[in-house]
């Protein structure tokens, strides 16, 4: 044993109420504060700014309401003991009335049936708006200072952390904020999602299962940019269906207008439908072309696929 691994020390939990006796004098004021406020948004990958507290909603008050630098009020509801309903009302009562695009609720600990409602929000609510359930811990090390630490139990399947973003990331984020903004109030059959750092944008067409996809990618076959439109199949029996409507393919080529490529594969449980276009998305010159061939396109495969996926059993 080496004299380093003899001197190891154990880590101890700390009672949260010892560091904090209580909820709103004590450990609110510290998570709107530089340190709290710092460290819940590297748990979140979110930048957090401008927090203010106990903000008045009608009659009521949120614990937090800062913002996010990539846009959207963020509401924070925190407590020191275990989850409960009063709690999970207030924070659907504050994001309600502040316009929140996320939702943060802090506790000590988190019952199965609050994280199953946190997952049930994600899950059914448009996938602009983000629910997430975080656990904090205090310790230490002998006598060493205290040290907070949030755990997230809660949170959007697709989320992507908004902070420390490459290149490409912030400007597929950008791309797919001005997409969104192009769309907004135009008569199309689809609706954009929330704009993340990715290279692609997810969007329903009425049935689970089944989905369209606007894409802005570096990394097709010659290594050069394009944007695609398409139309996804990602049920067990993807296959299958893929093939039904290959029957067809005549029929929905000419409804279409043009001629999409046709993608399945042996052993993968996706097949798609989809358009491709190469362009230099990055190039502002180029955005309102990409942004109008993805409508075109978007909006044509929704017309013509969702008729015939919603007579699926």
């Not at 209580?22 to 590297?42: C, S, V």
Request: a negative charge.
């Amino acid at each position: 044993m080496t004299e380093a691994s003899s001197n190891l020390a154990r880590l101890e939990p700390v009672a949260l109420r010892k560091v904090w006796p209580d909820e709103a004098e004590d450990f609110t004021p510290w998570l709107a504060g530089r340190d709290g406020l710092k460290l819940l948004g590297e748990a979140l990958g979110i930048d957090l700014v401008d927090p203010d507290v106990e903000t008045t909603i009608g009659s009521y008050s949120a614990d937090i309401v800062a913002r996010s630098t990539v846009g959207g009020r963020v509401v924070i509801e925190n407590q020191l003991g275990r989850t409960d309903h009063d709690h999970l009302g207030k924070s659907l009562t504050y994001a309600a009335g502040c316009d929140a695009l996320t939702v943060v609720w802090i506790a000590k600990r988190f019952t199965d049936e609050h994280r199953a409602a946190l997952e049930w929000l994600n899950s059914h609510t448009t996938e602009e708006v983000a629910f997430f359930g975080l656990e904090i811990e205090i310790w230490k090390i002998g006598d060493s200072p205290c040290a907070p630490r949030l755990n997230i139990v809660a949170k959007p399947s697709e989320w992507a952390p908004q902070s420390g973003l490459s290149e490409v990331q912030q400007a597929q984020r950008d791309f797919w904020q001005g997409f969104r903004d192009h769309v907004r109030g135009r008569d199309v059959r689809f609706a954009p999602t929330a704009p993340l750092p990715g290279h692609l944008m997810k969007m329903a067409i009425g049935k689970a299962g089944f989905g369209l996809n606007a894409v802005a990618s570096t990394w097709n076959e010659d290594r050069s940019a394009e944007v695609r439109a398409e139309f996804v199949i990602a049920t067990k029996d993807a296959p299958q269906i893929f093939e039904s409507l290959k029957v067809d393919r005549g029929e929905i080529d000419r409804v279409l207008g043009s001629e999409p490529t046709w993608w399945s594969e042996d052993g993968v449980r996706q097949c798609s439908i989809y358009y491709r276009k190469s362009v230099d998305w990055q190039s502002s010159a180029k955005r309102i072309e990409c942004y109008e061939w993805l409508v075109a396109k978007l909006d044509r495969l929704h017309e013509v696929f969702q008729s015939r996926i919603l007579q699926l059993p």
